[in-house]
């Protein structure tokens, strides 16, 4: 009951988790939902409109929008979560370190800084650059750029929770570092992790979809939003089905995201609760 009326304080979590779940179906799903085969190569029934055969219609080469958009969005969510995962993991570790070890701090923080001076979009392409491009690189790429946001997040919370008096009791009874940091530090960390988390898998998906579309993501023969979008360009006044079709699939991911992000920072954010 308490979690029911949470949400209806909050319906964005409700509203972006029911979108995103439609979307992760229909991706999990694709092997049953799909029409054809994504790849499968069809000079006959190219670029044509909405069909009883073709949903969605078809590329340039014949191949089905609608395959090729549930397909696609397996690579957008999976690239999403995984950076998500990867960047909150290591931005917490470096967070941690830095915020309890002030050494370590002034080495870290200027790295920190200077992975976020450089625009997130040229890093990423510049490391796609020397790399052979597959999702692999794809996700270490994205990772790269996210780690430094994760990591001064945590460092600032760190910092606030060592000036705090029952930490520096904890010290004085002599607590082991590891006690304090699971006891005093992580639980502090975790509302705002997790909301973070959800902006950086919302800027994962957009940032591969974006090397995708450039041409500096997934290779060619992978179906993701992005190259569907890439492909479809030259052929968008002819076809706009070719861009609106994984165009709409990657906003309302993205918006489902950040839905989900802004309900989850206001239900774990103890003042914005109380207000509410």
């Known amino acids: 009951m308490k979690f029911a009326s949470t949400l209806r304080r909050n319906p964005s979590v409700a509203i972006g988790a029911a979108i995103l779940g439609v979307i992760v179906a229909l991706t999990a799903l694709a092997p049953w939902l799909a029409t054809h085969n994504p790849q499968a190569i069809d000079p006959m029934f190219r670029l044509r409109g909405f069909s009883a055969e073709h949903w969605l219609g078809t590329d340039a080469l014949g191949r089905d929008i609608w395959s090729r958009a549930i397909y696609g969005g397996r690579v957008s969510l999976v690239v999403g979560l995984v950076v998500a995962l990867l960047a909150t993991v ?4 470096v967070g941690l370190v830095s915020g309890f070890n002030r050494i370590a ?5 200027r790295v920190m800084d200077g992975l976020m001076a450089i625009p997130a979009i040229l890093l990423a392409i510049a490391l796609m650059a020397v790399a052979r491009a597959s999702i692999t690189t794809v996700i270490f790429a994205i990772t790269i750029v996210e780690v430094p946001r994760v990591a001064r997040l945590v460092r600032s919370v760190v910092l606030t929770i060592r000036e705090q008096a029952y930490v520096e009791a904890a010290t004085v009874v002599g607590s082991r ?5 699971w006891k005093h530090v992580l639980p502090n960390t975790l509302a705002p992790l997790t909301v973070q988390a959800t902006y950086i898998c919302a800027a994962a998906i957009l940032i591969e979809s974006l090397l995708s579309f450039l041409g500096a993501g997934t290779p060619p023969e992978v179906p993701s939003w992005g190259n569907i979008m890439a492909e479809g360009r030259t052929y968008f006044q002819l076809s706009p089905w070719l861009i609106l079709t994984p165009g709409l699939f990657l906003a309302a991911t993205v918006l489902a995201v950040n839905l989900m992000g802004d309900g989850l920072r206001d239900m774990l954010d103890p003042a914005i609760a109380r207000r509410m």
């Open 90 to 93: 290591t931005g917490l570790a």
């Open 177 to 181: 570092f590891w006690r304090m940091l």
């Open 105 to 109: 701090d002034a080495v870290l923080m």
